[in-house]
């Protein structure tokens, strides 16, 4: 049976979504209420904190530079839950011209130390849900759950297919950003940018393969511990 994602019907988000189900290659699966990806957190509506606390999250993964938005973090102020681990440093180099894949490319090579703190951040996390989320959750959050949902043994087509339902679950709110630009310049531009085809990761999880020896090695080589590795995998899959 092919795997559904479990929409979360938090107000005010479009994009979040349960990771649980997700198959294994050993025949496992990820577990429900384990690993959540989302859109920022600052745009849940009024009494949306709440409804996270109750569903169960412990820690909240803000992917974000600090500053980077303007809105307060409903978590900000709750140091047992929210943790901000940028996976960009501003003065990393950035070719404002490429593809998001290239971008993709360029950010793993250029901060395996970020990502791997960032997969830490999960492994390490009190019992609980954990949320992680960048701006759109597209993109930095789609490489930091990629690289977490590899490790637990999930195949790279179901990662793929994962990262590509964030186009279809924005696509009004996609639509809307279009709809206020002013040249089809800017939107041919934005499409490009917004789209989340499966193929960006696949390449990715190749590019890991080919040129680190997988997602574990070059996780690995970012500093992230063997048993850090375990503890991730013993979080997210269901035991046998």
């Not at 479990?6 to 025949?27: C, E, F, K, V």
């Not at 709750?78 to 360029?106: F, G, H, I, Q, R």
């Not at 492994?123 to 949320?131: D, I, M, N, R």
Request: glycine content about 8%; hydrophobic content about 40%; aromatic content about 4%.
């Amino acid at each position: 049976m092919a795997y559904t994602p479990l929409h979360l019907d938090w107000p005010g988000l479009d994009n979040a979504r349960d990771l649980g189900g997700l198959p294994t290659s050993d025949g496992r699966r990820i577990r429900e209420g384990a690993l959540i990806r989302s859109e920022s957190l600052t745009r849940l509506d009024e009494g949306g904190a709440d409804v996270l606390r109750s569903a169960g999250v412990s820690r909240v993964l803000d992917l974000r530079r600090p500053g980077e938005s303007p809105d307060e973090h409903p978590f900000a102020d709750d140091d047992a839950t929210y943790v901000n681990l940028p996976v960009e440093d501003p003065a990393d180099p950035k070719n404002v011209s490429s593809t998001m894949l290239d971008l993709y490319l360029e950010m793993l090579d250029v901060r395996p130390d970020l990502f791997a703190a960032a997969v830490a951040a999960i492994a390490e996390a009190p019992p609980g849900a954990v949320v992680v989320h960048c701006a759109a959750g597209k993109d930095r959050t789609g490489l930091v759950v990629g690289l977490a949902l590899t490790v637990a043994g999930v195949e790279p087509d179901e990662v793929a297919a994962d990262y590509a339902l964030t186009e279809e679950r924005f696509a009004d709110h996609f639509r809307r950003h279009l709809d206020g630009l002013e040249s089809d310049e800017e939107r041919e531009r934005a499409r490009a940018y917004q789209a989340t085809p499966p193929e960006n990761l696949r390449v990715v999880l190749r590019h890991l393969d080919e040129r680190y020896g997988g997602a574990e090695a070059y996780l690995r080589r970012g500093g992230l511990t063997d048993a850090q590795l375990d503890a991730l995998r013993g979080r997210l899959v269901e035991p046998a």
